[in-house]
Every structure is written in structure tokens, then in C-alpha cells.
């Protein structure tokens, strides 16, 4: 399981690591920040220390084959402040199905539950653990979730696509004008 990110509050890593606390997976963690060290002794405490990896920052090439070799990205965020998530984008371009979380925002949107992954509840490491273990436990879903991720990010995230997108709603706001 891959996460990717600024090791920052919002970003929900305490919650996955009580998920990861409540389920035998690997968890690897890619990125720096502020709570890294707070969150090494998260893991130390929640005797995990030994299947979660944090690999600091990667380069284009080392990220490019982490979402390759994972079986499934992660994106816990807790608060509004994650206001789409492109990382989704990244692990999706990768084929890998999304765990993320239903926030108020972009999030839940380019995660389209039962479709490219699963959504969760924010600060539920129950849900959250759940949803991990459904996914890392059927080939075939992780499979089936990972083609449809990778079918969205080809079709609704493409620069033709929100060229298009941005250039219609400049025309209706020239219409209304």
C-alpha cells in the first residue's frame, strides 16, 4: 500500500497508521515533513515500525515505480484543506484502484467509490483498515477497479479534456455577460 505526500496534518497518516495497526499490510510512505518524526514513533508504538517504510522524497523516476509496484494508493486526508488529491491522478495512470477519503471537496470526486476504489469516512481507521483489506484481498477487484482508474484518468483528465472544459465556461461566462 502506497501513500504519497507531504507528511503534513491534513494529510490523515496517523489514521493509517492505526489502520495499518488493526491489519497485517505493508505501508509504504513516500514524502517529508513536519510530523515524520512524530509519526516514526507513531508507528514504534503501534508496533508496526517493521511494515511501515518511509522512503523520504523520491525522484520522477523512483515515484513513477512506486505507484508501479504497489497494489493499491492510499489518500487518508482528513480535512478540506486536500482539495482534489492528484496524487489519485498518478496512482490511476499507474492502474492501481484509490482508498480516499469523503471530504468536502475534489477528493470523493475523482475517486468514484466501487468504481476506480473505495471511499471512506475521514478519521475512521476502522473504515479505513476495511476498505485497505477488501481491495488487498481480491485480485480481481483490485484488478477491475484498477482498469476503470486507469480508463478515468484517460479520459476525464486529459490537457484536450480541460482545455475544453475551461474554454466552455469562459463562453458562458461571455454569454451572461
Not at 508501479?68 to 484502484?97: M, N, W, Y
Request: proline share 4%.
Amino acid at each position: 500500500m502506497l501513500f504519497v505526500g507531504q507528511l503534513v496534518y491534513y494529510k490523515g497518516i496517523d489514521v493509517l497508521l492505526n489502520a495499518a495497526a488493526r491489519n497485517h499490510f505493508h505501508v509504504a510512505v513516500v514524502g517529508g515533513g513536519a510530523l515524520e518524526n512524530e509519526l516514526r514513533q507513531r508507528a514504534d508504538a503501534l508496533d508496526i515500525s517493521d511494515r511501515v517504510h518511509f522512503l523520504g522524497r523520491l525522484d520522477d523516476d523512483e515515484l513513477v515505480a512506486a505507484y508501479h509496484a504497489c497494489d493499491l494508493f492510499c489518500l487518508p486526508s482528513t480535512q478540506r484543506s486536500e482539495a482534489f488529491g492528484i496524487v489519485q491522478l498518478e496512482a490511476f495512470a499507474a492502474g492501481k484502484p484509490v482508498v480516499s477519503t469523503d471530504l468536502p471537496s475534489g477528493v470523493p470526486w475523482v475517486n468514484k467509490h466501487n468504481e476506480t476504489g473505495l471511499v471512506v469516512p475521514p478519521r475512521d481507521p476502522e473504515a479505513l483498515a476495511h476498505a485497505i483489506a477488501r481491495i488487498l484481498n481480491d485480485s480481481r477487484l483490485r484488478e477491475s477497479f484498477g482498469r476503470h482508474a486507469r480508463e478515468r484518468v484517460c479520459t476525464t483528465f486529459t490537457a484536450d479534456r480541460m482545455a475544453a472544459d475551461t474554454l466552455a465556461v469562459y463562453r458562458d461566462i461571455l454569454a451572461d455577460a
